[in-house]
């Protein structure tokens, strides 16, 4: 028989799919369909926030050759002024929520570094959680067409 259960927390139950009438198989096929978009949005978030940290690791490391250089400070995303960087071994960095702190060089790439470990960890959570969602949506669509297969046999059985 074909089951699936909804995730691996204690107090969830399992489903027995071949219980279900083809009504109620689409509609948690409807639900599976929402929570993997869920998924898939969350994913894109977490890329973009994973793909901003690298980019600041990054920008922190070539920050020490930049010392005494004129460079352009951004001031609107199309206005710049010349600017020199005068303390090369001190940045302040973005915490979250209008929240700054400032950081040596070596503390602020051990910052972006634990950051994009701790996105990464997150994404492939949900990534897995997105793999058994699929499998259960795999499940129900076999289901429902055998259903509907079995429907059919019915419908020709009984008008010969």
Do not use: W
């Not at 399992?14 to 869920?38: G, M, T």
């Amino acid at each position: 028989m074909a089951t699936i259960s909804s995730a691996p927390m204690p107090g969830m139950q399992q489903i027995d799919l071949s219980k279900l009438n083809i009504h109620q198989l689409a509609k948690l096929k409807q639900q599976l369909d929402q929570e993997l978009n869920v998924f898939q949005d969350s994913l894109q978030t977490l890329k973009i926030a994973q793909q901003k940290f690298v980019e600041s690791g990054e920008s922190v490391e070539k920050i020490t050759a930049a010392k005494g250089k004129t460079i352009l400070v951004p001031l609107t995303g199309s206005m710049y002024v010349p600017g020199t960087i005068v303390d090369t071994d001190n940045v302040i960095i973005d915490i979250g929520t209008g929240y700054y702190a400032q950081k040596d060089i070596e503390g602020a790439k051990d910052y972006f570094k634990r950051k994009v470990q701790f996105v990464t960890e997150q994404m492939e959570k949900i990534q897995s959680m997105g793999v058994g969602k699929s499998k259960a949506r795999e499940a129900i669509c076999m289901m429902m067409e055998m259903k509907v297969q079995a429907q059919s046999q019915e419908k020709k059985a009984s008008t010969s």
